[in-house]
């Protein structure tokens, strides 16, 4: 039933919340104070950076939106049904933001990390923002089920580095939320063998929405 409610999520999400959330949104003229951006999947390596589908609240408040019915990123990710979505509002007084990203079935690194629905959700006006709506469903990592995983919850992936899952970062007057964050690490070692430290060559992001308002 959760997978279920979760395809509803990530369709509403996705195709109807950006339409009704925002009221008068296509012809609000915004005056520099909202941002909003969102995107599906996005790596960054030393031989690869992609990010797919996104979307950039444009200057004028009208609604951007991109979508991807397959995402394949080289032995990275794949994910079906992806979509990003921004917009906001201005009535003069008060400014808002919003922003989403869905996506179905979701496989990450050949298996070590898998979801049947992945959403991001982040919304902000003055004074306020939140990650609300934002949920991952069927999701395992390393082999071990995870349901609903707390905000910023981290897990160690022995032999590739870390990932945060429902991660959630306030920044100035706004939030970036990501869903799946994975940190790439290979181990420095010393002149013996033995690991002194990682270095960090890459990251994977799954689902990320980011919101403000000035």
Known sequence: MKIDRMRWAIRFAALVLPMTCWPGALSAQLQGTARAVAFGVAVRT????????S???????????????DVLVASFVTAHDAFATATGADDGTQSDAVSSATLGVVNILNGLITADGVVAMASSTVGNSNAEGSSLANLVVNG????????????????????????????????????????????????????TGYQTTGEIIVGSASTGVN
């Open 46 to 53: 030393a031989t690869v950076n992609q990010t797919t589908p």
């Open 55 to 69: 979307a950039v609240l444009p200057a004028d408040g009208s609604l951007a939106q991109d979508q991807a019915s």
């Open 144 to 195: 071990v089920q995870m349901d609903d995983p707390a905000p910023n919850t981290r897990v160690v992936l022995p032999g590739t580095g870390y990932a945060v899952l429902n991660e959630q970062i306030p920044t100035t007057r706004g939030i970036t939320v990501n869903m799946i964050h994975v940190v790439l690490q290979q181990p420095i070692l010393d002149l013996f063998g033995g690991v």
